[in-house]
């Protein structure tokens, strides 16, 4: 195909032309002079540059329309790399956006660490099947049986039990006179409990109203001296009576006064109140609770005044003991063998500790040894493994093998009205440390096998 003839420009026109184009190149060379000390350039200010392929439509200097095609019928393609931002230097802040996409890792690894440590924590303070009590024991007293009972049933304890004692002290029928958690009458607000646990909450009776009583004892007075008689007579002919309440057998003697003589009931709670048929409990007999394994507590509100040998031998869910302060003599063998008791609270001045009436008490944690105690006898307290603290007020004698093995003992005070530690009184007890005696030396009389096989003693006499 021949090529068309283009007529040539005549002579003015190319100076026109030539003049054009110094004129466009300057002040496109002049624009990007200006970019690039403003640190920007553009594809437009690029695409500013008229080349020898622009001069057919760049006559008279003006620039094509915008959208107008090229001369060579070409269609720029836009630029694949898009022009910076303003506002996207190094020097401007990132937004909150931009922030989490470039730290998402570290935060997801902080809050899965912080999950794990929520997820630890509680599994070490949650602990299934265990009760933490909002108030202590004393906190409860006073307060209606009823409602104390549906607390402790709220809070998830499956045995609770309400036992009516006699009123004798005018309390408000029906209040709380003694709570106690397997036995444990002196718990604090925070403690913690299993579920299983048995709750005994033991109530006051109907109060007698003296006035009432003597309104009709006086309507009730014919013939005073027929009466008196009577009542002579009524009283000596109970001596000798036998009977059962509740599962306790009884006596009463001359006196008029009961002895529990066998318990025969099956309950793990017993309460031994203070009169039995109008008569005042003053006596546990010898033997009456041997061997009873199921009783976790006893609860004795009578002024008992004497307990008989091997009273409570063998008890051995007896957790919690409170005997009360009429009482002077622990007999032989009392609380042998009970190898749950953990607590024994003994309100009297304890004269005389008989033989082996603690011995085997395995859970045992400490005793109090009262200022009026002559002597504690042979192997009372041995083989209680987990009894740490002996508080001696005072004590004469302290019999052979008195705290023998007696493991958990660190130490110990002898006080100033001891005057002979017997044969391997605290023999075996092998964690014994301190022993302070503070008797003369020319007052005392301590058996040369008293501390026997005691590695860590120290004695300062």
């Not at 393609?77 to 998402?104: A, D, F, K």
């Not at 602990?127 to 007293?141: E, L, N, R, T």
């Amino acid at each position: 195909m021949a090529e068309e003839d283009h007529p040539e420009p005549d002579e003015p026109r190319k100076d026109a032309l030539a003049a054009g184009e110094i004129e466009v190149e300057t002040e496109v060379a002049e624009s990007l002079e200006t970019e690039t000390a403003d640190g920007e350039t553009t594809d437009d200010a690029r695409s500013g540059v008229v080349t020898g392929a622009d001069e057919e439509i760049a006559t008279d200097g003006v620039e094509p329309p915008e959208g107008a095609m090229p001369p060579d019928g070409t269609v720029a393609e836009p630029s694949e790399e898009p022009s910076e931002e303003p506002g996207s230097s190094s020097g401007e802040t990132v937004t909150p956006i931009e922030m989490l996409r470039q730290y998402r890792t570290v935060i997801i690894v902080a809050v899965v660490a912080l999950a794990a440590v929520i997820i630890i924590a509680v599994a070490l303070l949650y602990k299934p099947g265990v009760i933490v009590v909002p108030q202590g024991a004393s906190d409860y007293v006073g307060q209606t049986a009823s409602d104390v009972a549906g607390i402790f049933e709220e809070l998830g304890f499956e045995d609770v039990m309400v036992i009516e004692v006699p009123n004798t002290a005018g309390a408000s029928t029906g209040t709380v006179m003694r709570i106690s958690i397997k036995g444990d009458a002196e718990f604090q607000a925070g403690e913690s409990f299993p579920k299983e646990d048995r709750v005994v909450i033991t109530e006051y009776g109907v109060a007698t109203d003296p006035s009432s009583a003597a309104s009709t004892a006086v309507e009730e007075e014919v013939e005073p001296e027929e009466d008196a008689t009577e009542q002579s007579s009524g009283t000596s002919s109970d001596a000798g009576k036998t009977g059962e309440e509740d599962g306790l057998q009884y006596a009463i003697d001359d006196e008029g006064n009961v002895t529990i003589t066998k318990y025969v009931g099956s309950d793990s709670y017993v309460s031994i109140s203070s009169e039995i048929d109008g008569h005042p409990v003053t006596k546990i007999g010898a033997n009456a609770f041997e061997g009873c394994a199921n009783i976790e507590d006893i609860s004795m509100w009578s002024d008992i005044v004497e307990l008989g040998a091997s009273a409570f031998k063998g008890c051995t869910s007896l957790a919690s003991i409170s005997l009360p302060s009429s009482l002077t003599v622990i007999p032989d063998s009392a609380f042998e063998g009970c190898n749950s008791l953990e607590e024994a609270l003994i309100w009297g001045d304890i004269t005389s500790w008989g033989k082996a009436c603690f011995k085997d008490c395995t859970a045992l944690t400490e005793i109090d040894i009262s200022s009026s105690t002559d002597r504690i006898g042979d192997s009372a307290f041995q083989g209680c493994t987990a009894l740490e603290d002996v508080f001696f007020w005072g004590c004469k004698t302290i019999g052979a093998s008195a705290f023998q093995g007696c493991t958990a003992l660190t130490d110990v005070d002898i006080p100033n009205e001891t005057t002979s530690i017997e044969s391997k009184a605290f023999e075996g007890c092998t964690n014994l440390g301190t022993v302070i005696v503070w008797p003369d030396e020319d007052e005392i009389t301590i058996a040369p096998d008293a501390f026997e096989n005691c590695p860590k003693l120290n004695l300062i006499a």
